[in-house]
C-alpha cells in the first residue's frame, strides 16, 4: 500500500493533484471548504488516464475529510488561492495536526512567506504536461524524496528552483503576457496585430488563450503578488474589468478578448 497524503483545496489544481496521487497508489485525504465533487474528481481521473497511461495501481477510496482535523498524518499539498493569508492559515491549521512535511503548489507566493518548513511543488495546469517546479530549500525528508520519484516515474520533469515569487516559468510568463497586455492598454495596439506577430514569430502561440486557461481571476492575483516584490512587472488593467463583468476566461466559457 502506497503512501499517505492530504490534499487541501478542491479548486482545479486540487482535483487534478488529488487525481493523480489517487492514481498514483496513495491514500488520498481530501479537505475544502467548498465540499467534494465526485464527478469533477472522475474527470480528472479519466483525463490522467488517457494523457498519462493507465496506472499500475489498484486504488482505494479517497478519505473526505469534512473538517482538516480528520486528515492523515501525512505530507500535505496545498492548492488553494492565490491569496497568502489563506495559505498561512492553512499551514498553522495542518501543522497542529501533522510535522509531515507541507507542500503549496502556489509560485506567486514565496514558500517561506508561508511557513517556516513550506515547500514549493508546483504542478501545471494541465497537470498532463508533466512538468512540476521543486522549492524545497533545507526542507528535505523521506517523503518528499518518495513522491518525487513516484512523480518522475510515470514521466514527470522535476525543475528545481530558486523561492522567488513567480519561480521560473510563471516569472518568464506573466513578464511575457504583462508586456502584451502594457502594449495594448497603454500603446493602443490592437490584440489581432499582436496575433499575427505570434503567428509568424513564434510558431502560432495564442497567449490569450493561455490567459484564458489560467483563469482572469487567478491571472489577476498572481500578477498583483509578482507584482509586490517586483515593481517592473506590469498589472494589467484589463483583467480587473473582466472581472467585474464576469469574464473569467475558460471555466466560465468567457475570453479576455471579449473585453480587448
Known amino acids: 500500500m502506497g503512501l499517505k497524503i492530504n490534499i487541501i483545496g478542491m479548486g482545479v489544481m486540487g482535483y487534478q493533484t488529488s487525481a493523480l496521487f489517487y492514481l498514483l497508489g496513495y491514500q488520498v485525504a481530501v479537505h475544502s471548504r467548498i465540499g467534494f465533487d465526485d464527478k469533477k474528481f472522475n474527470r480528472q481521473v479519466k483525463i490522467l488516464n488517457k494523457f498519462i497511461g493507465k496506472f499500475k495501481s489498484a486504488p482505494i477510496d479517497v478519505k473526505i475529510c469534512n473538517d482538516i482535523s480528520e486528515i492523515y498524518d501525512a505530507c500535505t499539498i496545498e492548492a488553494t488561492i492565490e491569496d497568502i493569508a489563506t495559505k498561512k492559515f492553512l499551514y498553522d491549521s495542518v501543522h497542529k495536526i501533522t510535522k509531515k512535511t507541507f507542500l ?28 512540476i517546479e521543486l522549492s524545497n530549500g533545507q526542507n528535505q525528508s523521506e517523503e518528499l524524496d518518495q513522491i518525487v520519484f513516484d512523480l518522475k516515474s510515470v514521466g514527470f520533469e522535476v525543475i528545481n528552483v530558486k523561492e522567488n515569487r513567480g519561480y521560473l516559468a510563471n516569472y518568464l510568463l506573466f513578464n ?8 495594448i492598454e497603454l500603446y493602443g495596439y490592437s490584440y489581432e496585430s499582436i496575433q499575427v506577430m505570434y503567428r509568424h514569430l513564434y510558431n502560432g502561440r495564442n497567449i490569450f488563450s493561455v490567459l484564458d486557461l489560467i483563469g482572469l481571476d487567478v491571472a489577476l492575483k498572481i500578477f498583483q503578488n509578482l507584482n509586490e516584490n517586483d515593481a517592473s512587472v506590469y498589472i494589467p488593467v484589463s483583467l480587473d474589468k473582466a472581472i467585474k463583468l464576469g469574464i473569467l476566461g475558460k471555466k466560465n466559457k468567457t475570453s479576455i478578448l471579449d473585453i480587448l
Open 104 to 131: 503549496t503548489n502556489t509560485s506567486s507566493i514565496e514558500p517561506r512567506e508561508i511557513g517556516e518548513k513550506a515547500v514549493g511543488l508546483h504542478f501545471f495546469n494541465p497537470i498532463h504536461l508533466k512538468l
Open 176 to 183: 511575457e503576457i504583462g508586456g502584451i497586455m502594457k502594449l
